[in-house]
């Protein structure tokens, strides 16, 4: 299909779109391990390495073996390959037997002193019925300390209190952070901290204001949900969450986005609310998946090339997402999280419009490589099942891997439910009798979990693959995944490449070997460049033609390599295209049309051609002064806002593109736009017998004159004579056709 390319000179905007098709890495799963031994309902998993016994590996998650909320705990002494699971139990819980619990999540200390926090509610019970608890373990996992509570209870409902702990050996290492939001509607966006182990808390703070504004439906809004604390290296504190942005103008815009606010002081004070970047906030998946553009966050503090990075990773339908499905983006800051780059899709499907990315985690390793883990529904055509998905960042969040498929088998929606058949009733191991609650669990929970020790990783997440919702777990090593091909795209035709791919392996420690052969199978012409680089110029002189190109990672050691990538198209054509002739106006011609239709040859030969359209009052063109209009064809008529000027001559030409960006431009043509009445002779604005009599005395007489001599040229030949005398008096007194100037 041909494409015209229009563009307004005046507005000096250039929007450049690139991507690249790339297939997820062909290395197999790791081994699946379910850690949860019950039949029930499990979901929203965390997950932490011991820093100081990297061998003790600690998962909690959401638990509904009695039929309701409880948080189920895994520990494994292995490294991850062997479990034991266990429920908080109901005497080291705050409400003791009325209470139920939700929302488990974890953090570590860089002494390898664990912390959980959990909600623990009454369920009906509005005043004073819900409470954030801690709990602490000194010795790995083995016993827990606990609950400690924030003060105070209220008339309110706590929710989704994620913590972090300062591990930067800083002013600040040490102290524990919790940030959550804090219900009834409008709600608000809660922060406190301790610092002595959870035992105590500082005054709370409310960090995301109930936000007051118009537009929106209502004058409160809501501040937000999902409020994730992270540490950066500098040891400040940063929260993020998503909520609705506010203009600059206190007015509410509808727009969705992850808001920031940091502390330097340890959590003391905040700076003010900031706006990280707009999302998509609530969607769903296929198959009733509820999903949001929850921010997943972590910092770099290793002090290696990467230190005070910060990344966030969310599920996102952007722009670009025509069809309405979700993608995993993640937006990183190189500052200690002062500005933030645009967003990245890091998942790679090939047909990512058609497939829901969601769930994502992220953690950054003790190197600095970033490790992020999501759900996605690439494995199936029906785009209802799910798996779990790994990318990896070796250059700072700059690129990410090609994606590495973590589950051996896809998970069903329709399975997350609890089993059918149980009985109504059950009993604690307190003695208490408990109704078998209906499954509200918002299907697979709203996170996921991983951690990382060196290249060890651990992740835990929901999977149906036995009927119902239980907690699995991998646990591999960072792999040397075959690079993911960007530049060139696949089917790109150009003039000259410069070829990039994502950064496979470690920072210094990466090597690639770029093949280009005019063969898909690289059977022959092979040429070879290795490179220490993810960017370069290319192998060697290409030749115009159909070309293939792959890579393969391999270590500067060279005791380890890749399978080779994709293998990606491109054409370079330097061959310009056939020079644009011009046909409409003729050239030099005086028009009384002030938004003429400029008309060239549509070359048949070359079907793909650009055309740039350009018209000015100055032969030259220079920038700023010519009208460069959009068409879908070989021609092009002016905007009626935007016409010709009266009197002037006017220049222009056409120049013709090819997709490969060779171009070629035509001659330039003139024409002058006067507003007169065609057979109006002498000037007077109308057609009647006085036209006849100037023209008369013009031609016979040596009489004045016409006024503007194309106004008389009635019969358009190009000649004043007899034949256009001839031509009005028939139009005028014998019916015959209107001048046509």
């Known amino acids: 299909m041909r494409t015209i390319v229009i563009a307004l000179l005046l507005s000096g905007l250039v929007m450049a779109l690139t991507s690249a098709a790339n297939a997820d890495s062909n290395l197999p799963p790791p081994p699946n391990i379910r850690i949860t031994t019950i039949p029930q309902l499990n979901n929203e998993e965390q997950v932490f390495i011991c820093p100081t016994d990297s061998l003790v590996v600690i998962a909690n998650w959401r638990d509904f073996r009695l039929g309701f909320r409880q948080v189920g705990i895994g520990r494994s002494t292995d490294g991850g390959y062997t479990w034991t699971d266990s429920l908080i139990p109901w005497t080291n819980q705050y409400f003791k037997e009325q209470s139920q619990q939700s929302d488990p999540t974890m953090t570590v200390d860089r002494l390898g002193r664990f912390y959980m926090s959990v909600l623990d509610y009454i369920p009906g019970q509005d005043i004073n019925g819900s409470i954030i608890g801690f709990y602490r373990s000194d010795d790995k996992g083995v016993s827990w300390l606990g609950p400690f509570a924030h003060a105070p209870l209220g008339t309110f409902f706590e929710d989704k209190q994620f913590i972090t702990v300062d591990r930067t050996g800083g002013p600040y290492d040490g102290t524990l952070y919790c940030a959550w939001a804090r219900f009834d509607n409008p709600n608000r966006i809660m922060f406190v901290r301790s610092i002595d182990g959870a035992e105590t808390f500082d005054d709370t703070l409310i960090i995301g204001p109930v936000q007051t504004s118009t537009g929106c439906g209502t004058a409160q809004i809501d501040a937000g949900q999902f409020a994730n604390p992270v540490v950066a290296s500098d040891g400040s504190v940063h929260v993020f969450w998503q909520g ?123 190197e600095g490589m970033v490790i992020v883990i999501f759900y996605d529904q690439r494995y199936d055509a029906g785009h209802f099942l799910f798996d779990l998905i790994a990318a990896y960042s070796f250059d700072g969040g700059e690129t990410f891997t090609a994606n590495h498929r973590i589950s051996a088998v896809s998970s069903s929606p329709a399975a997350l439910k609890m089993a059918d058949g149980q009985a109504p009733w059950t009993y604690d191991e307190n003695g208490f009798q408990r109704p078998l609650a209906s499954p509200t669990a918002g299907l697979i929970g709203e996170y996921i979990g991983v951690t990382a020790f060196h290249d060890k990783i651990n992740a835990v997440w929901t999977d149906s693959r036995d009927g119902n919702s239980e907690v699995y777990t991998a646990n591999w090593y960072l792999p040397l995944l075959e690079p993911r091909l960007q530049v060139p795209v696949d089917g790109m035709i150009a003039n000259d490449v410069t070829f990039s791919w994502a950064t496979s392996w470690k920072h210094n420690e990466d090597r690639y070997r770029l093949e280009v052969s005019p063969t898909a199978d690289f059977s022959a012409g092979v040429i070879t460049q290795i490179t220490d680089t993810n960017l370069s110029a290319g192998p060697g002189p290409i030749a115009d033609g159909v070309w293939y190109w792959r890579v393969k990672t391999l270590t500067v050691a060279g005791d380890d390599s890749s399978a080779y990538s994709a293998v990606q198209a491109f054409t370079i054509d330097r061959v310009p295209p056939s020079m644009p002739q011009l046909l409409l106006p003729e050239h030099e011609k005086i028009t009384n049309d002030a938004t003429p239709l400029f008309v060239w040859d549509d070359d048949p030969a070359e079907p793909l051609l650009d055309y740039t359209l350009s018209v000015s009052t100055d032969p030259l063109f220079p920038a700023g002064s010519a009208t460069r209009a959009y068409t879908v064809t070989n021609q092009w008529s002016l905007d009626p806002g935007e016409p010709l000027p009266s009197g002037t001559p006017v220049y222009w030409k056409v120049r013709a593109a090819d997709p490969a960006g060779n171009t070629s431009e035509s001659p330039v043509r003139t024409l002058t736009y006067l507003p007169y009445v065609c057979g109006d002779v002498d000037g007077s604005g109308g057609i009647s017998v006085s036209d006849l009599t100037f023209l008369v005395n013009f031609l016979f007489r040596s009489g004045t004159p016409p006024p503007v001599a194309v106004a008389a040229d009635v019969n358009n030949d190009g000649i004043l004579n007899i034949s256009d005398l001839t031509f009005l008096v028939n139009y005028l007194f014998r019916g015959g056709p209107p001048p046509a100037c």
């Open 244 to 366: 609705f942005a506010l203009d600059s103008g206190a007015q509410c815009t509808g727009v969705t986005s992850l808001k920031q606010r940091f502390s330097t002081d340890g959590g003391q004070t905040f700076a003010s609310e900031r706006i990280v970047t707009p999302v998509s906030g609530w969607t769903q998946a296929d198959g009733g998946i509820a999903t949001y553009s929850q921010p997943a966050s972590d910092a770099d503090i290793t002090g290696g090339p990467f230190d005070g990075h910060v990344y966030i990773a969310f599920t996102n339908i952007g722009p670009e997402d025509g069809a309405g499905n979700s993608d995993v983006d993640v937006v990183r800051s190189i500052d200690n999280g002062l500005t933030w780059s645009g967003r990245l899709q890091i998942n790679d499907d090939v047909n990512s419009d058609l497939t829901d990315n969601f769930h994502p985690w992220l953690i950054v390793n003790d």
